[in-house]
């Protein structure tokens, strides 16, 4: 990298952030920091820093009336999430019928999702019985690790759904051969490490940001754009990284599953039969729901723009993919399967004799 006085400037600057994070209280310090060529804005906040440890939540609401009530609905949504994913996975485990491609992915779904909505809805719980729901900056930024983690590993566990599906009806006679089981895990892998790789970007980047005397998250969980409007030093580059992971991570799954829907499609208007036409429609139904619940709330939450005064409505919108979407994918693929309805009532059977 060639040498230049910006890039100079740029390490003196971090060097003194960091000797002042362990030396609050040194005036010489905060001196230097006051006359050293940063910005203006970043001076005038760090002069007066008191560098924050841990973040108020403020939750859905802050009306009194309603916290009762919420606590006893987000309850029951969380039990009913919990118990359908579990179900599901112990289902998908015993039954040697549903070892097939689809359970496969349909397995990781629900683990995905048990795990997903455990991140956040226990805190979320707390603050509707709490003055105040503390959250440590570490707790914080584990939250936020591990709540981008499984988000993005359902979005591309979703679209090897769509590509299973596709398969499946435009490729019936290869199925087995396409869908391996190391096909299988090769996608499963990738998901995952695609996952890894965009909870590490918005991880890391969060971490470098300085938050100073605010600390109240206008949200009920360590969320990204809240957390932008806490910081005293400049978030471009940590919005610039929510778009560009957003966009892969949102548009490229979308494109994907949109392309395999379309071939989808035009394979079952060849099908001749109406009982064939019913029964393709009905085996991609239940994906097509679940892929509408949860990026459509995700693509409405991150890529606009972002302002103070959207904050609220991002707030209704994170409740269908933090909560929504993990309750009702196993109710989705439940009602609407007949193999899963079969392989719960031999199971039922077999307990009553």
């Known amino acids: 990298m060639p040498f230049s006085p910006f890039f100079l400037t740029k390490c003196v600057c971090k060097y003194m952030l960091c000797i002042l994070q362990m030396n609050k209280n040194s005036e010489f310090f905060r001196n230097a920091l006051i006359f050293s060529p940063c910005s203006v804005s970043r001076r005038m906040a760090l002069r007066n820093a008191s560098f924050v440890t841990e973040f108020i939540l403020a939750g859905l609401t802050d009306l009194p009336d309603l916290q009762l009530p919420l606590f006893c609905l987000f309850l029951l949504m969380y039990v009913v999430t919990v118990l359908g994913n579990l179900g599901l996975i112990i289902l998908i485990r015993l039954n040697s ?5 689809m359970y496969f992915f349909l397995f990781n779904l629900s683990c995905i999702d048990l795990c997903y909505s455990s991140v956040f809805t226990p805190k979320m719980l707390i603050n509707f019985t709490s003055k105040k729901n503390i959250i440590s900056y570490r707790g914080c930024m584990t939250q936020l690790y591990f709540f981008c983690f499984f988000a993005i590993s359902e979005c591309y ?3 090897s759904m769509a590509y ?4 499946a009806i435009c490729n019936p006679l290869l199925y087995n051969v396409v869908m391996s089981s190391k096909v299988c895990f090769s996608l499963m892998l990738g998901s995952y490490l695609m996952a890894f790789l965009g909870a590490m970007a918005h ?10 005397n605010a600390n109240t998250i206008n949200h009920y969980f360590c969320d990204i754009l809240p957390l932008f409007q806490l910081s005293c030093t400049s978030t471009y580059v940590n919005e610039l990284v929510v778009f560009i992971v957003g966009s892969i991570d949102i548009i490229m799954p979308c494109v994907t599953i949109f392309v395999s829907y379309g071939f989808i499609l035009s394979s079952i208007l060849r099908i001749s039969s109406t009982e064939g036409r019913s029964k393709a429609f009905s085996t991609c139904s239940s994906h097509i729901i679940a892929v509408s619940l949860f990026f459509g709330s995700c693509a409405f939450m991150y890529l606009k723009p972002s302002s103070a005064g959207s904050m609220d409505e991002g707030k209704i919108s994170s409740i269908f993919y933090t909560n929504t979407v993990p309750l009702m994918n196993p109710l989705i693929y439940t009602l609407r399967n007949k ?3 079969l392989a ?3 199971i039922l059977s077999r307990r009553q004799f």
């Open 344 to 346: 719960l009532r031999k």
């Open 203 to 212: 991880t890391g980047y969060m971490v470098r940001l300085t938050f100073c």
């Open 157 to 159: 566990v979703l679209t």
């Open 97 to 101: 019928h549903l070892h097939t491609p």
């Open 339 to 341: 193999d899963v309805k």
């Open 164 to 167: 299973d599906r596709y398969v």
